[in-house]
């Protein structure tokens, strides 16, 4: 997409998980996953209004495979609400890897909307928990500040990004993706799948080049 996007004042940029355990040297390391921080940095700067979401597990959630005996990262488990996917221990609270990258540099962002904190609840979504009725109250956030588009880079564009975009949209808000600015962890072609259903929904995927901002000097 080369079209220019202008970037207002009810535009807000929902930067997901940008956390040490995600990146290079992280207990679930996306591939290329620090790549994006510059990308990241530079998009946000575009923006009046930031929310970082941040991956905070207490030990012994539900969702880390160490959790279960017998059980390796990447099993799937029936828990109450479905198939969830077994992950390697990551971003739990106060630890190194839960902390946001050091070479992030968005300190105009106005909320850390922290997710997964539910022991026996993953989260995906910034808005809602995978039993998919635990709302984490952001849609009510973002209401309330008026907000009506949200745009999302960050990690992992094939969980957490894609989650977010679509709860995003069923909550009534526009959705952009930049993709440039996501990388996925690609399991059982889930980066495909992701793109399909983004395109489903008629979800942009942008370039961080075509969004241009109005508050820009
Ligand atoms: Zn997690």
Known sequence: MTEQMTIGD???LLIVDVQNDFCSGGSLAVPRGDEIVPLVNRLASRFQHVVLTQDWHPFGHHSFASTYPGKKPYDTIELAYGTQVLWPDH???G???AE???DLEVPHAELVLRKGCHREIDSYSAFVENDRKTATGLAGYLRERGFD???LAGLAFDFCVRYSAEDAHV???GVVVAEEACRGIDVAGSVADTRRALAALRIPCASVS???CVHQT
């Open 10 to 12: 009810r535009d807000v």
């Open 91 to 93: 971003c739990v609270q």
């Open 95 to 97: 630890t190194r890897g």
């Open 100 to 102: 946001f990258r050091r």
């Open 149 to 151: 588009r949200v745009f």
């Open 171 to 173: 909550a009534g808000f």
């Open 210 to 212: 075509a969004m241009e």
